[in-house]
């Protein structure tokens, strides 16, 4: 094992990925971020250095554990306060028991969006068979993207009456770069837009087979990916191997992580388009100078001026493919690992509370997630545990939660010992809802529309039949459905504060957000290092 330094300095400035102009932020005065890289086992240490002048910021390492290291999750209001203008951050932590495709991203409001993102890959010995079925590897990050700074449309977006009207994405971008038209803007003087965009190529060996690490690094719209005249290999999801399941073209929600293996097999005499189409279909609105289908060439010759072939496949009905997940029944996990009986079962339902005079904002539980200000629940918690006076910590798992200071709903999942739990999250809104579990990765046990089945679950889930769930798909981030539910499954074994939220980064910012709280017996004693707490105003 190694100890991995890296140095990450957020700044603002102006920038145009597609040729329109507007302010973003940067990481060493790049976007993308870069990448971070490490073998399992490896220490990184990870400098976060402040450079804007007018907001705190974080950095959350998309599904690594954190085990041992809750403070470093990054979450602002939950795991630690934002860094402050002109301050830096140590993160500090090691990764164990994973490896995979991941990414890192701000964890303060919606500033990811601006730009403080990267791909993060974690290599392992484990992965010697899988390796075999490509040459090389390579990252393909996909987004949607903006043309203004993500907290105008955040502010308009969370204007009263404003029911279901999500911002519309301006264009979409490929590892930071795609076409625009300037002209869609006709005479908006409103933009700068410069004509010489370009799209991404990747270049590639006739003959050689490739792994495309696909992160959807955006804030609201699912993808669907395909390359012309080629079949793909789904050989992960999210960071777990699965058996290849090739498909013709797949859809990958906010966060997720598909590595899908490419082989070069057709003609060299020309060039051929990556296909990553916004899934318009879930949408409510319309943005008229969105051009949806957004490509990369992929070129066997290096020659970037063959025009590529035309698809196929008619690629018109992607756009009406449904909100959903790739199905979990198709990825089979390499490595069989059998979830644990649960010990407790939680539900949680969420919502959309709109009225005539409500803003937009979302609940879980009934409660709406906004970050505290001044500290964080992780430092509640520990204070609370350690008071004597820790009424509202000593969580009644029965009625399934406490309230923090400010009315926030943590869920406390694992007082003593390691608890398995499984949380049917329901929807109570339409549309797809791509959830996160900070800290874990979790078994995606069953998933169903209408009336939850009590008895199916209790004869086939339940601790009474353990073996009835062979082998299902684990990973981090799972779409929830229109008016549908899922019973995940996780192991918590990890003490802390751990967000479970919608990634589509304008429902966080609504309060679509709740918290697990692990093993609170060994929370109580951990000290969360002075240099995290000295970020809080009151640390
Ligand atoms: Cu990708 Cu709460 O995070």
């Given at each position: 094992p190694q100890v991995r330094s890296y140095n990450l300095v957020i700044t603002k400035d102006l920038g145009w990925p597609d040729g329109v102009v507007r302010d973003m932020l940067f990481l060493n005065g790049k976007f993308p971020g870069p990448l971070i890289e490490a073998n399992i086992g490896d220490t990184l240490l990870v400098n976060v250095t402040n450079g804007l002048s007018d907001n705190s910021t974080s950095i959350h390492w998309h599904g690594l554990y954190q085990n041992g290291t809750n403070w470093f999750d990054g979450t602002t209001g939950v795991t630690q306060c934002g860094i402050p203008p002109g301050q830096s951050l140590l993160y500090n932590f090691t990764i164990e028991n994973q490896f995979g495709t991941f990414w890192y991203h701000s964890h303060s409001g919606t500033q990811y969006l601006d730009g403080i993102l990267g791909p993060l890959i974690i290599h392992a010995p484990e992965e010697a068979e899988?390796?075999?079925?490509?040459?090389?590897?390579?990252?393909?990050?996909?987004?949607?993207?903006?043309?203004?700074?993500?907290?105008?449309?955040?502010?308009?977006?969370?204007?009263?009456?404003?029911?279901?009207?999500?911002?519309?994405?301006?264009?979409?971008?490929?590892?930071?770069?795609?076409?625009?038209?300037?002209?869609?803007?006709?005479?908006d003087s409103g933009h700068t837009c410069y004509e010489n965009s370009t799209y991404n190529v990747f270049n590639v060996e006739p003959n050689s087979r490739t792994r495309f690490r696909l992160i959807n690094t955006g804030a609201f719209a699912e993808f669907d990916f395909s390359v012309d005249n080629h079949s793909l290999s789904v050989i992960e999801a999210d960071s777990t191997l699965v058996n290849p399941h090739p498909i013709d073209r797949g859809q990958i929600h906010v966060a997720q992580r598909y590595s899908v293996v490419f082989e070069a097999n057709q003609s060299t005499a020309t060039n051929y388009w990556l296909r990553m189409s916004m899934i318009t279909f879930c949408f409510t609105g319309t943005n008229p100078v969105l051009n949806s289908a957004m490509t990369a060439v992929i070129s066997y010759s290096g020659s970037i001026t063959i025009a590529p072939s035309n698809a196929s496949v008619d690629w018109k009905?992607?756009?009406?493919?449904?909100?959903?997940?790739?199905?979990?029944?198709?990825?089979?996990?390499?490595?069989?690992?059998?979830?644990?009986?649960?010990?407790?079962?939680?539900?949680?339902?969420?919502?959309?509370?709109i009225g005539d005079y409500q803003l937009d904002r979302a609940k879980v539980n009934g409660t709406i997630w906004s970050p505290l200000a001044n500290t964080?629940?992780?430092?509640?918690?520990?204070?609370?545990?350690?008071?004597?006076?820790?009424?509202?910590?000593?969580?009644?798992?029965?009625?399934?939660?406490?309230?923090?200071?400010?009315?926030?709903?943590?869920?406390?999942?694992?007082?003593?010992?390691?608890?398995?739990?499984?949380?049917?999250?329901?929807?109570?809104?339409?549309?797809?809802?791509?959830?996160?579990?900070?800290?874990?990765?979790?078994?995606?046990?069953?998933?169903?529309?209408?009336?939850?089945?009590?008895?199916?679950?209790?004869?086939?889930?339940?601790?009474s039949n353990p073996d009835a769930v062979a082998n299902p798909l684990r990973?981090?981030?799972?779409?929830?459905?229109?008016?549908?539910?899922?019973?995940?499954?996780?192991?918590?074994?990890?003490?802390?504060?751990?967000?479970?939220?919608?990634?589509?980064?304008?429902?966080?910012?609504?309060?679509?957000?709740?918290?697990?709280?692990?093993?609170?017996?060994?929370?109580?004693?951990?000290?969360?290092?002075?240099?995290?707490?000295?970020?809080?105003?009151?640390?």
């Open positions: 899988v390796r075999k079925l490509y040459d090389t590897d390579r990252v393909v990050l996909v987004q949607d993207w903006y043309h203004d700074f993500s907290t105008v449309n955040l502010a308009t977006y969370l204007e009263p009456e404003n029911e279901n009207t999500e911002p519309v994405p301006d264009n979409g971008l490929i590892n930071g770069k795609n076409y625009f038209n300037c002209s869609s803007y006709g005479n009905d992607a756009y009406s493919v449904e909100c959903h997940d790739l199905d979990p029944s198709n990825l089979v996990p390499a490595k069989a690992m059998l979830p644990p009986p649960a010990t407790k079962f939680y539900r949680v339902d969420f919502s959309f509370g964080t629940t992780l430092q509640e918690t520990v204070m609370g545990l350690n008071s004597g006076n820790a009424s509202s910590w000593s969580v009644d798992e029965q009625v399934g939660g406490a309230l923090s200071s400010n009315n926030q709903f943590v869920l406390g999942v694992s007082s003593t010992g390691v608890e398995v739990i499984d949380v049917l999250v329901y929807s109570l809104d339409e549309g797809g809802h791509p959830f996160h579990l900070h800290g874990h990765s979790f078994w995606i046990l069953e998933t169903g529309s209408g009336p939850f089945n009590w008895t199916n679950y209790h004869t086939n889930l339940m601790p990973r981090d981030t799972l779409t929830i459905n229109a008016f549908g539910w899922s019973v995940i499954r996780f192991v918590a074994d990890n003490p802390g504060l751990w967000a479970f939220h919608c990634h589509i980064a304008w429902h966080m910012e609504a309060g679509l957000l709740m918290q697990f709280m692990s093993r609170a017996d060994v929370l109580k004693s951990m000290a969360v290092p002075a240099h995290v707490m000295a970020l809080c105003p009151s640390g």
